[in-house]
Nanobody, 126 residues
Framework: VQLQASGGGLVQAGGSLRLSCAPSGRSFRKYTMGWFRQAPGKEREFAAAISWSGSSTTYADSVKGRFTISRDDAKNTNTVYLQMNSLKPEDTAVYYC??????????????????WGQGTLVTVSY
């Protein structure tokens, strides 16, 4: 496993969670990083992405204004975060972090990402 996602859990609607994605065994300092999610019975979908420099971010319409992606490359930690506020039951899903080696605008398509974490489950109750 080269990317380890953590921070998932059970939260009530309206609550917050912060997901983390940390590299293992290699650096992703020059990689665009993304978060995707897959709800039960549904296809994996894009949530957010951040460029390798941190200067560019992009969000799915469904999470814009509620989720914030950020990265911390200090001390070679290369950790990427997804702060999720005002959570809704429809945000319930397994959340995956992923890395893309291109220097283009952060992509939304999952096939653009070469490395994937194992996923962390977020459950939002009514």
């Amino acid at each position: 496993v080269q990317l380890q996602a953590s921070g998932g859990g059970l939260v009530q609607a309206g609550g917050s969670l912060r997901l983390s994605c940390a590299p293992s065994g290699r650096s992703f300092r020059k990689y665009t990083m993304g978060w995707f999610r897959q709800a039960p019975g549904k296809e994996r979908e894009f949530a957010a992405a951040i460029s390798w420099s941190g200067s560019s971010t992009t969000y799915a319409d469904s999470v814009k204004g509620r989720f914030t992606i950020s990265r911390d490359d200090a001390k070679n930690t290369n950790t990427v975060y997804l702060q999720m506020n005002s959570l809704k039951p429809e945000d319930t899903a397994v959340y995956y972090c992923a890395a893309d080696s291109s220097y283009s605008t952060p992509p939304r398509a999952s096939y653009e990402y070469e490395y994937w974490g194992q996923g962390t489950l977020v459950t939002v109750s009514y």
